[in-house]
């Protein structure tokens, strides 16, 4: 039974993830116990927390396993600079001494690292390298209830991988074909971004969520679809791409694009950030996104081809664009497609892990063909009554304390049917970007008011990103077009069409705010204005207590669904601790928190008025 600790650090989402015997113990983001969202730092606290959960020090581990080869990522950047030249000679000069003095070091940088966990001989430590790609494919495809199975990994770049296609069968894993930066789909989705105005490596998923606002059946959308794949790229039948470096700049530069270039060519200049959203941003947006699914899923039908497999395994940031995983399943290419839900490079430490076990260590994989292995990402810290009895104290809070359960989801789900927002704190923090019930903040989906309260006071966001229903497994055919379990939110799926209402003849010209806010169902607070939702559905086996809430609430209103987003405000990573959520609670209009059996009306706070005490800054996303 070997103990490996996998770790991805130095980019973005830094993250520790442990297994044992090929059994994934924990996981968790470094943001998440630093409150730096997105933080590149070396995941001490991560790695903390998943040897306390184990039990074991550092001389107990059989390896430590980066997520990726450092020196394949620094050829890469020396090639690409030498074969730009002597264009980027400024972003040349600011990126190398980095590499120089840092990067080119990692094994010093994780070995001291390591020191700042706890104390260890460093001759027994046995670090090793996967390459980026394979510990994406192996996060998605070993936790998968999968025996065998095409495996599509599609992201920003790694070393040189961009995009892959393998094949898993049983505890093996195989690489068929690769596409090679600088052409990538996850950097022409993050030049949109930018060119859109949000924040690239945190923003996709705006982009992603602004879409649903462009018109379809405008000219200018299909024009600006038109102009992307006639100038921008070259998709090929296999969903291999071809990017025109002149107009992109992130190869060599500072910045991801040419601006006047793409001012030019889609004649709209580059969107300041925070700067009012129009129409032809949305436009734009759309554009985009209805490339990325073309090629996502030409990509797709380029795995089934060369693998002949039934199912398909995913991860990568892309894997994260849950509109174009939910158009995939409607292809019906595979039986099932299955999506790490840390697809992104924070699962890159529990891949790298797993890949290790299996296919360095030989140890037989875990495998179960009626659940995955990621116990709902549930892999985060939990706290004890006494921990939170402890902040309790120090926070001088008031509060009720449930004995029994059955009271305490009565009384809360009826707090939701009265139009209230309850912070939702129990057991195990998730691992991954999506909140799944146990650090969410919850509305009622039929309030038509709810998007707009979520966002402008309880999130501080931007008003038109959308909201996630949260709904039990067994009814969520009653309301949306999935016949398939999403229980990682990942999946987009239309409403179903006898709970849509009935739309103006010149919807789509309306103002955007008025489209908005027009009502469109009878579960309005989670209907996009395309008439779908970003779905996560609730099993009992997974998480029997927010099961219990919904049904709770299915019981008083007869609806199986709630408004599920995630426990932050804006610029702020997912809390952690009861602290958190406390201060989180106060610092915005939410109007009760419950903390496992502990239920706080805001009201009844002390100095509850005052949300300036309790606020924190973070830096904008």
């Not at 980026?132 to 209830?145: E, G, I, N, Q, Y």
């Not at 664009?321 to 490079?345: H, M, S, T």
């Not at 104290?393 to 009826?414: G, H, I, P, T």
Request: hydrophobic share 40%; proline share 4%; glycine share 6%.
């Amino acid at each position: 039974m070997k103990k490996i600790l996998g770790i991805s650090a130095f980019y973005h989402d830094s993250a520790a993830a442990l297994t044992i015997g090929g059994k994934i113990i924990a996981a968790a983001q470094e943001e998440r116990f630093t409150r730096i969202k997105h933080t590149p730092d070396f995941p001490i606290n991560a790695i903390k927390y998943c040897l306390e959960e184990a039990g074991l020090d550092i001389d107990e581990l059989d390896s430590v396993v980066f997520y990726d080869k450092p020196l394949l990522k620094f050829e890469r950047l020396l090639q690409t600079y030498y074969a730009f030249a002597p264009k980027g000679l400024l972003s040349f000069l600011k990126a190398i001494p980095v590499w120089i003095n840092e990067k080119m070091f990692l094994k010093k940088l994780i070995y001291n690292g390591l020191k700042e966990v706890g104390s260890y001989n460093k001759k027994n430590l046995k670090l090793l390298f996967p390459e980026h790609h394979l510990t994406h494919a192996a996060s998605a495809f070993f936790p998968s209830p999968f025996e065998k199975s095409a495996i599509l990994t599609i992201d920003g770049v790694g070393e040189w991988c961009t995009a892959s296609i393998c094949i898993g069968d049983k505890g093996d894993l195989k690489m068929l074909k690769e596409m090679e930066f600088p052409h990538s789909v996850g950097l022409l989705y993050s030049a949109f971004t930018y060119y859109i105005g949000f924040t690239v490596n945190s923003g996709e998923y705006k982009l992603m969520g602004l879409a649903p606002y462009g018109d379809p059946e405008a000219e200018q959308t299909h024009e600006y679809a038109k102009l992307i794949k006639s100038d921008l790229i070259d998709i090929k039948e296999d969903g291999s791409i071809w990017l025109d470096q002149s107009y992109f700049n992130y190869a060599t530069g500072l910045r991801m694009v040419k601006d006047d270039k793409w001012a030019k060519l889609f004649g709209l200049k580059r969107r300041e950030t925070e700067a009012e959203i129009e129409q032809k941003h949305c436009n734009l947006a759309l554009a985009i996104q209805m490339v990325t699914e073309e090629i996502v899923i030409k990509m797709a039908k380029e795995a089934k081809r060369l693998t002949g497999a039934d199912y398909l395994c995913m991860a990568g940031g892309v894997a994260l664009n849950c509109v174009a995983n939910g158009k995939l399943l409607r292809e019906n290419i595979f039986k099932d497609i299955y999506i790490q839900p840390a697809a992104g490079d924070a699962g890159g430490a529990l891949g790298a892990a797993l890949a290790v076990s299996h296919m360095y260590f030989d140890e037989e994989r875990i495998f179960d063909p009626t659940k995955d292995q990621m116990r709902g990402a549930y892999l985060g810290p939990e706290f004890s009554e006494k921990e939170i009895q402890s902040m309790n104290r120090k926070v001088k809070s008031n509060f009720k304390q449930y004995e029994n359960f059955d009271e305490l989801k009565e009384f809360a789900a009826k707090q939701l049917t009265t139009g209230n927002v309850v912070g939702w704190f129990q057991g195990k923090m998730e691992f991954g970007p999506r909140a799944l019930g146990n650090r969410s903040i919850l509305g009622d989906a039929r309030n038509p008011e709810m998007q707009k309260k979520l966002n402008l006071k309880i999130k501080y966001r931007e008003g038109f990103r959308p909201f996630a229903p949260s709904v039990l497994a067994e009814k969520c055919y009653d309301y949306f077009d999935l016949k398939s379990g999403s229980p990682y939110m990942l999946l987009v799926a239309p409403v179903k069409e006898d709970r849509c209402k009935q739309l103006p003849e010149n919807y789509n010209q309306l103002p955007l705010w008025e489209r908005l806010y027009f009502e469109r169902s009878d579960i309005q607070s989670v209907t996009h204005l395309d008439f779908s939702a970003r779905i996560q559905t609730v099993h009992k086996d997974t998480n029997p207590r927010y099961w219990g809430l919904i049904s709770e609430f299915e019981k008083q209103t007869g609806y199986g669904l709630v408004v599920n987003t995630s426990f932050n405000v804006r610029g702020e990573p997912i809390v952690c601790t009861p602290y958190d959520a406390y201060r989180c609670f106060m610092s915005t209009e939410m109007d009760y928190l419950v903390i496992d059996n502990f239920v706080y009306c805001k009201t009844e706070q002390p100095d509850w008025e005052n949300k300036e005490k309790w606020t924190v800054k973070f830096k904008m996303d």
